[in-house]
């Protein structure tokens, strides 16, 4: 590498560790003010840590958390995907309006938590019990609306992104290189992807920045959700933005070579997870790709139990703890897929699967 490629590479570091470094600060800056706005994370009664687990070390989270951002610069500089261009000064406006709707809707959320509730949507307009299933119907994480209302819809990536101090679409973005993997040497117009469980379509637009021409799909069952995934993605005329169940896919078999799955299947109820890769399988080419990112699960990274274990005591995530011990191996075996790849990246995990033929 000649000098000027050297300076060029280190500015490239520089910009984006500000820019990262700074949505890290305000987001984890809003954390800190929804706590203290909250009655305390902690609630009297919960179940304590489990012994195996030890007690939860800040230092094993802070290295997990650093380690994702070396993680991403590493996968920018090999060209899997370019760096983000997501600290912007036109943007600061709305920014800053979804900050003080996220802020406006913590007491909301923590009178939830501390009263249990975590189905109050079952009695509001939009959770028709005809249309939706009742493990749906619920107000995962507390949020108001669950997933059934336009309110809800506008702040959901930014609650993830406060939750997860500013590395929410950075773990994403782990899911984004193994697309870039599979692509390498591809005609992207010739691939068909679909997105499962998009939700406001945040990930989607990702991956078609950096494959523009790719035919894709995204597909959620919220029709508030998808509302907004088909703004967010009107830039792509080519992508096919749809309402459905994992479940039950409203698609002809064999008919995409790559499905992505971003953090869908720790809400879901083990039944349900085992129906969704059977569908998986049924849509997707043989030899086709499944990608998976999800919670990380017991054992993934040392010190980080503790953690995992806590999120469903202080979160409403009623399938979260059934989770953290599954297996997805002898389902996905089952159901025709075989292991490839397995990457962690603080509080995710990413795993390739490949069909058989």
């Given at each position: 590498m000649?000098?000027?490629?050297?300076?060029?590479a280190?500015?490239g570091?520089?910009?984006?560790?500000?820019?990262?470094?700074l949505?890290?600060?305000?987001?984890?800056a809003?954390y800190a003010v929804a706590?203290?706005?909250s009655?305390?994370?902690?609630?009297?009664?919960e179940?304590?840590f489990?012994p195996?687990?030890g007690k939860?070390?800040?230092?094993a989270?802070?290295r997990?958390?650093f380690?994702?951002?070396?993680?991403?610069?590493?996968?920018?500089e090999?060209?899997?995907?370019?760096?983000?261009?997501?600290?912007r000064l036109r943007d600061?406006?709305?920014?800053l309006k979804?900050s003080?709707a996220?802020l406006r809707?913590?007491?909301e959320?923590?009178r939830?938590?501390?009263?249990?509730s975590?189905v109050?949507v079952?009695q509001?307009?939009g959770a028709d019990p005809?249309r939706?299933?009742a493990?749906?119907?619920?107000?995962?994480?507390?949020?108001?609306d669950g997933w059934l209302?336009d309110?809800?819809?506008r702040?959901?990536d930014?609650q993830?992104?406060?939750?997860?101090?500013?590395?929410g679409d950075?773990?994403?973005r782990?899911?984004l290189a193994e697309i870039?993997?599979?692509?390498?040497?591809?005609?992207?117009?010739a691939?068909r992807l679909?997105?499962?469980a998009?939700g406001t379509?945040?990930?989607?637009?990702?991956?078609l920045?950096t494959?523009p021409?790719?035919?894709?799909?995204?597909l959620d069952?919220?029709?508030?959700?998808?509302a907004?995934a088909r703004?967010?993605?009107?830039?792509?005329?080519?992508?096919?933005?749809?309402?459905?169940?994992?479940?039950a896919?409203?698609?002809?078999?064999?008919?995409f070579d790559l499905?992505?799955?971003?953090?869908?299947?720790h809400e879901?109820p083990v039944k349900?997870?085992?129906?969704?890769i059977?569908?998986a399988a049924?849509i997707l080419?043989?030899g086709g790709?499944?990608?998976v990112a999800?919670?990380?699960q017991?054992g993934?990274?040392e010190?980080?139990?503790p953690?995992l274990?806590?999120?469903?005591e202080?979160f409403?995530?009623?399938?979260?703890?059934q989770?953290?011990?599954?297996?997805f191996?002898p389902?996905?075996?089952?159901t025709g897929?075989?292991?490839?790849?397995?990457?962690?990246?603080?509080l995710t995990?990413?795993?390739?699967?490949?069909?058989?033929a």
């Amino acid at each position: 590498m000649g000098l000027f490629d050297t300076t060029t590479a280190n500015l490239g570091r520089a910009r984006y560790a500000a820019a990262q470094g700074l949505r890290s600060a305000f987001y984890g800056a809003q954390y800190a003010v929804a706590r203290r706005q909250s009655a305390g994370f902690n609630r009297p009664g919960e179940a304590p840590f489990r012994p195996e687990h030890g007690k939860p070390d800040p230092r094993a989270l802070r290295r997990a958390f650093f380690r994702l951002w070396a993680q991403d610069r590493a996968n920018i500089e090999a060209g899997l995907y370019a760096a983000p261009n997501d600290v912007r000064l036109r943007d600061l406006v709305s920014t800053l309006k979804r900050s003080q709707a996220f802020l406006r809707d913590v007491r909301e959320v923590d009178r939830r938590r501390v009263s249990r509730s975590g189905v109050e949507v079952r009695q509001g307009p939009g959770a028709d019990p005809e249309r939706y299933p009742a493990y749906y119907r619920q107000n995962f994480h507390y949020q108001t609306d669950g997933w059934l209302s336009d309110d809800s819809a506008r702040l959901y990536d930014h609650q993830v992104e406060t939750l997860f101090t500013g590395a929410g679409d950075a773990m994403r973005r782990m899911a984004l290189a193994e697309i870039s993997r599979e692509l390498k040497g591809r005609d992207q117009r010739a691939v068909r992807l679909l997105d499962l469980a998009c939700g406001t379509g945040r990930f989607t637009a990702q991956i078609l920045r950096t494959f523009p021409k790719l035919r894709a799909s995204a597909l959620d069952l919220s029709p508030n959700y998808t509302a907004r995934a088909r703004k967010a993605l009107a830039p792509w005329p080519q992508v096919d933005v749809m309402e459905g169940a994992a479940e039950a896919l409203p698609l002809e078999d064999e008919s995409f070579d790559l499905i992505v799955s971003v953090y869908l299947f720790h809400e879901l109820p083990v039944k349900i997870r085992e129906k969704a890769i059977a569908e998986a399988a049924r849509i997707l080419k043989p030899g086709g790709l499944f990608i998976v990112a999800d919670s990380l699960q017991f054992g993934d990274t040392e010190g980080l139990d503790p953690f995992l274990e806590y999120f469903p005591e202080g979160f409403h995530e009623p399938y979260y703890k059934q989770f953290l011990g599954w297996d997805f191996e002898p389902v996905m075996r089952a159901t025709g897929f075989q292991p490839e790849r397995l990457e962690t990246a603080f509080l995710t995990k990413v795993r390739t699967w490949r069909l058989g033929a």
